[in-house]
């Protein structure tokens, strides 16, 4: 079946690095755009990046460009998000969803979700 | 970058009620909104596109529409299982940005 699989995410010091993966299935991952989203404990909920199905191309929201590299490997079939310079205001449930086609286009699948924690 | 004003942030309804929902957004997006249902604990799941038009799988007691900036969610009778909070999010442009959320709660 259509599934999103998240991991790597833990507990980090301020200032540290994570990365995430994203293991995609039952569908051609290489035609589909994805996202990264995360939700802070409690709050609602946060776009962070998009990658292109080719990686041509990719966006950032503000609070984590520069910080923040979206990477993708279609022959694996994955997703990454490098997060470095860490903060506690990243803190979050990170969710990757694919999007078939091109940049503007509605979120199709989300997967379960991966905690980071940012704390000393 | 565009903002998406939901409202309510939560309301109480009954099993049975037409329940609706309102995004507005800041400039125009089209038809580039989404809506979204999560439950305590679970990822959020797509419930539509495209202003109106339902995921695959989604019941037709869900329903969206438009008029300019302003965009509904309607639920036409709600049932135990739609007790969830629910976003509206505009693809318009990125930023892709998430209205504040609607909390569905039990009368």
């Known amino acids: 079946q259509v599934q999103l699989v998240e991991s790597g995410g833990g507990v980090v010091q301020p200032g540290g690095s994570l990365r995430l993966s994203c293991a995609a299935s039952g569908f051609i991952f290489s035609t589909y755009g994805m996202h990264w989203v995360r939700q802070a404990p409690g709050k609602g909920l946060e776009w962070v990046t998009f990658?292109?199905?080719?990686?041509?191309?990719?966006y950032y929201a503000d609070s984590v460009r520069g910080r923040f590299t979206i990477s993708r490997d279609n022959s694996k079939n994955t997703l990454y998000l490098q997060m470095n310079s860490l903060r506690a205001e990243d803190t979050a449930v990170y969710y990757c969803?694919?999007?078939?086609?091109?940049?503007?286009?509605?979120?199709?699948?989300w997967g379960q979700g991966t905690m980071v924690t940012v704390s000393s | 970058d565009i903002q998406m004003t939901q409202s309510p942030s939560s309301l109480s309804a009954s099993v049975g009620d037409r329940v609706t929902i309102t995004c507005r957004a800041s400039?125009?997006?089209?038809?580039?909104l989404a809506w979204f249902q999560q439950k305590p604990g679970k990822a959020p799941k797509s419930l539509i596109y495209a202003a109106s038009s339902l995921q695959s799988g989604v019941p037709s007691k869900f329903s969206g529409s438009r008029s300019g900036t302003d965009f509904t969610l309607t639920i036409s009778s709600l049932q135990p299982e739609d007790f969830a909070t629910y976003y509206c999010q505009q693809y318009n442009s990125y930023p892709l940005t998430f209205g504040g959320g609607t909390k569905v709660e039990i009368k």
């Open positions: 400039q125009g997006i089209s038809n580039y």
């Open positions: 969803a694919n999007g078939e086609g091109g940049d503007y286009v509605a979120f199709d699948i």
């Open positions: 990658i292109r199905y080719d990686g041509s191309s990719k």
